[in-house]
């Protein structure tokens, strides 16, 4: 079965630091891998996602996730942190039958 | 074009009563989901259903049903509420695709109290 690990619940980084949230995938075929962003007392809103189509996958709001087979890793990025950045963000793996894996989350403050 | 709606934003009812939360699509898509999301779990997958009048079990779907009479229309059921069922529920949308990466797309969730 296919699985999703996000490392760290909470993460805090100051304005204009880099944000670097992990994840981490099993699967045992290649997977359809998606960043969803979460703001306060909304639904999910699609960030990015990997498709096989390039490794290097550039989302909205200046995010990007590299997908790195070797480690089984999709790790989010951003190189500065905006306030408006603050959120709780979820990693998610396709089974390949249209339904989505969810992570359990990382909330991601911003501080000035 | 609304995308998904969710009716009501937020109810509190007492054990054992029953209510439907309300979702509609407007994007013709024939894929909808229902999540439920609890604080520290994620969203976790109680039904889905690929076309009108199709639908399957997720992983938690044990005190609730759900019908696709409709492409835009997926209604889920709580017909004996219990206090595990406080959560907030979220419904989305897809297109039917032969491929696994199509984007869900999200309502704005239904805040649900169980006391």
């Known amino acids: 079965a296919q699985s999703v690990t996000q490392l760290g619940s909470h993460v805090s980084v100051s304005e204009g630091a880099l944000v670097l949230l992990r994840c981490n995938y099993s699967s045992s075929v290649p997977p359809y891998l998606f960043w969803y962003v979460q703001y306060p007392n909304q639904g999910l809103q699609l960030l990015l996602k990997?498709?096989?189509?390039?490794?290097l996958v550039k989302g909205i709001n200046g995010f990007e996730a590299e997908f790195k087979k070797s480690e089984t890793s999709f790790h989010l990025t951003k190189p500065s942190a905006h306030m408006s950045d603050a959120a709780e963000y979820f990693c998610?793996?396709?089974?390949?039958?249209?339904?989505?894996?969810f992570g359990t989350g990382t909330r991601l403050q911003v501080f000035p | 074009n609304a995308g998904v709606t969710q009716t009501p934003k937020f109810r509190i009812l007492k054990i054992g009563q029953s209510m439907t939360l309300q979702c509609t699509q407007d994007?013709?898509?024939?894929?909808m989901y229902w999540y439920r999301q609890d604080p520290g779990m994620g969203l976790k997958l109680i039904y889905y259903?690929?076309?009108?009048?199709?639908?399957d079990k997720g992983e938690v779907p044990n005190g609730y049903n759900v019908s696709r009479s409709t492409t835009e229309d997926f209604p889920l059921r709580l017909e004996l509420a219990a206090p595990s069922q406080t959560s907030v529920y979220f419904c989305?949308?897809?297109?039917?695709?032969?491929?696994?990466?199509?984007?869900?797309?999200f309502g704005p969730g239904t805040r649900l109290t169980v006391l």
């Open positions: 990997y498709t096989s189509a390039a490794t």
């Open positions: 989305a949308s897809s297109w039917e695709t032969s491929s696994s990466y199509n984007e869900q797309f």
């Open positions: 994007m013709n898509h024939n894929y």
């Open positions: 998610a793996v396709s089974d390949n039958t249209d339904k989505l894996i």
């Open positions: 259903s690929v076309g009108a009048g199709i639908t």
